[in-house]
């Protein structure tokens, strides 16, 4: 791994349009003052209960806010995107696919405490609330969970599947290599580096692109890779393998 290697760009940050504590522009004057060229906010989908984002009148209030944070900041590169949720076994998400274009760019990942769209899927995230109280998933619960992340991704145009693993069983390998076939990444996230580490090891068996990001909930953690670099190196991860590293000499 190249020793100046760094990471310009950050697309998984959240502010309080979900659960995060900044504004938009709180994000981006971080991202800009640790030398970021690129920031994304990507807050939770609506369908996340409690915390997701408020509905289509919110997203075009973080559009109006986006391009007049782009004026303040005609340097930086300022993008909207979400961080959806699955709501249903198919892997449909809880974005309009009319609003789909209007985003820069999508994340998706599996949260538990998400408002379900039938009766079966209800069923499934009993299973995963039950599975993580007890630490124990079945290998049917496993197929499944990974069945409905495939299914977003061969569905949706998505950049990147967010902390997978983190909440759920799933099958890492599979997921992988579906990920690699559509052109979707697997994140590194910097938050949950830990937790992630032998999520990571197995998918580094297929050919899948990884986007390293903080997942930054406050804007002092917008930028912050330091445990997804650690993990990086630790594990011997190519450079070729991850979609926002660039080279600095400065």
């Known amino acids: 791994m190249p020793v100046f290697m760094r990471i310009t760009v950050d697309l998984h940050t959240h502010t309080v349009y979900s659960h995060g504590q900044g504004t938009i522009e709180d994000n981006v004057r971080a991202a800009y003052s640790r030398g970021l060229r690129a920031v994304g906010i990507a807050d939770h989908g609506p369908g996340h209960l409690f915390i997701g984002i408020k509905g289509l009148a919110a ?3 973080m559009q109006r806010e986006i391009a007049k944070t782009r004026r ?4 930086m590169e300022i993008l909207l995107g ?3 949720n699955i709501v249903d076994l198919d892997g449909t998400i809880d974005i309009p696919p009319a609003f789909l274009p209007e985003l820069d760019y999508l994340l998706v ?3 538990k405490l998400v408002r379900p769209h039938s ?3 209800l069923k499934v995230a009993l299973r995963n609330l039950f599975a993580g109280w007890t630490g124990q998933c079945s290998g049917s619960l496993r197929r499944g969970n990974t069945a409905s992340l495939t299914a977003a991704v061969r569905r949706y145009p998505v950049a990147a599947v967010t902390h997978p693993g983190l909440q759920i069983g799933i099958d890492t390998y599979e997921l992988a290599l ?3 076939e559509y052109g979707t990444a697997l994140e590194i996230n910097s938050a949950y580096a830990a937790e992630q580490e032998n999520h990571v090891k197995k998918a ?3 050919e899948v692109s990884f ?3 903080s997942d930054a909930h406050s804007p002092d953690r917008v930028g912050d890779f330091a445990e997804a670099l650690a993990l990086i190196e630790r594990l011997n991860i190519p450079v070729e393998r991850l979609l926002n590293w660039e080279n600095s000499y400065n």
Do not use: M
Not at 72 to 75: A, E, S
């Open 178 to 180: 579906v990920c690699a």
């Open 72 to 75: 303040l900041f005609p340097g």
């Open 82 to 84: 979400v961080e959806a």
């Open 109 to 111: 990942g599996y949260h």
């Open 204 to 206: 580094l068996q297929a």
């Open 211 to 213: 986007l390293v990001s």
């Open 119 to 121: 009766i079966a899927a």
């Open 59 to 61: 997203f075009r209030r």
